[in-house]
């Protein structure tokens, strides 16, 4: 992982800030290994449920579904927050729709282009609180913040907003993904700094 040292912002967060976290007004960059290069014309957002595949959607579909913008402060484990950060994308309520069962599907394996995995429990990611997002700023999501597309799950820690998103996985069990599997937390709630196994 690389990435710049936080530049602090003096100014009132209103308490918007969780214990330990440094804001910052850079948007660093972490990324483990290659930083996978992903087409668009190549790019397809899948939904799993064990072995079948209950929605598949291609750039040009996943572009005509309502496009929402996301206002958010955002939380990275390695202690700083950016503010009002501006994001577009679709709901994954939208993506879900149809084809969510409350009665089996409890969590979700988020998996990306490259390989990255990360694990959510389903009442996290419905409700209005998760994206799949491909602006920034009003821009295009740059490569090395996740382009084209990326989840977006800015109550939790930022390693849970997955990176080159290719889709969820639905299931019944908790199970971990790649920095779940060396000690982060299984859930990452930054207001309680559960950054590691024993937080």
């Known amino acids: 992982m690389f990435f710049k040292k936080p530049y602090k912002v003096e100014k009132d967060e209103d308490n918007r800030v969780p214990p330990g976290q440094t804001v910052t007004e850079q948007f660093p960059v972490l990324t483990d290994g290659v930083t996978p290069e992903v087409n668009t014309s190549d790019w397809v957002f899948e939904i799993k449920y064990q072995e079948d595949t209950l929605r598949s959607i291609n750039w040009k579909e996943f572009n005509s579904l309502k496009q929402m913008p996301v206002t958010t402060d955002i939380h990275c484990v390695t202690r700083w927050s950016k503010l009002d950060t501006e994001w577009e994308g679709v709901s994954v309520d939208t993506l879900l729709d149809g084809i969510f069962d409350d009665t089996k599907h409890k969590y979700v394996m988020a998996f990306c282009y490259g390989g990255y995995t990360t694990n959510l429990p389903i009442e996290d990611i419905?409700?209005?609180?998760?994206h799949v997002v491909t602006k920034y700023d009003s821009k295009d999501l740059e490569r090395e913040h996740g382009g084209p597309a990326r989840l977006l799950v800015p109550h939790l820690y930022l390693?849970?907003?997955?990176k080159w998103i290719k889709g969820l996985h639905l299931g019944e069990s908790d199970s971990p993904g790649y920095w779940e599997q060396y000690?982060?937390?299984?859930?990452?709630d930054p207001w309680k700094e559960q950054r590691f196994w024993n937080d």
């Open 126 to 130: 419905i409700g209005g609180k998760a």
């Open 159 to 162: 390693w849970k907003s997955a």
């Open 183 to 188: 000690g982060y937390h299984m859930y990452g």
